[in-house]
């Protein structure tokens, strides 16, 4: 599987970015499709997840309300829509992919491969 992430840039506090990430396989609905991130000297957190089917979600308490993770399996691609964006929203984020679980999780250690991460930067 090779997970190829876009759409990161440089934004204003307040303005909306969506992210992209298109992964390869064929087997694409049946991976539970996560986004992380990582600051500068900061450890990485998760960001939000999203079952196979695209039902249920679930996102960090400090994004919620402001992203939106979907996905469109007959494009082999998941989105991280983030608006309302903040100055500590910069980060690289990364997806990452979980061929095992059925549920989205917040573990990194339950995704098994993971993008090269698309750096946002949020100016104040």
């Known amino acids: 599987v090779q997970l190829q992430a876009s759409g990161g840039g440089l934004v204003q506090a307040g303005d909306p970015l969506r992210l992209s990430c298109a992964a390869s396989?064929?087997?694409?609905?049946?991976?539970?499709m996560g986004w992380f991130r990582q600051a500068p000297g900061k450890a990485r957190e998760f960001v939000g997840a999203?079952?196979?089917?695209?039902?249920?979600?679930r996102y960090a308490d400090s994004v919620k309300g402001r992203f939106t993770i979907s996905r469109d399996n007959a494009k082999n691609t998941v989105y991280l829509q983030m608006n309302s964006l903040k100055p500590e929203d910069t980060a690289v984020y990364y997806c990452a992919a979980d061929l095992i679980h059925l549920d989205p999780s917040a573990y990194a250690t339950n995704y098994d491969y993971w993008g090269q991460g698309t750096l946002v930067t949020v100016s104040s």
């Open positions: 396989g064929r087997t694409f609905s049946s991976y539970v």
């Open positions: 999203i079952s196979r089917g695209g039902i249920s979600t």
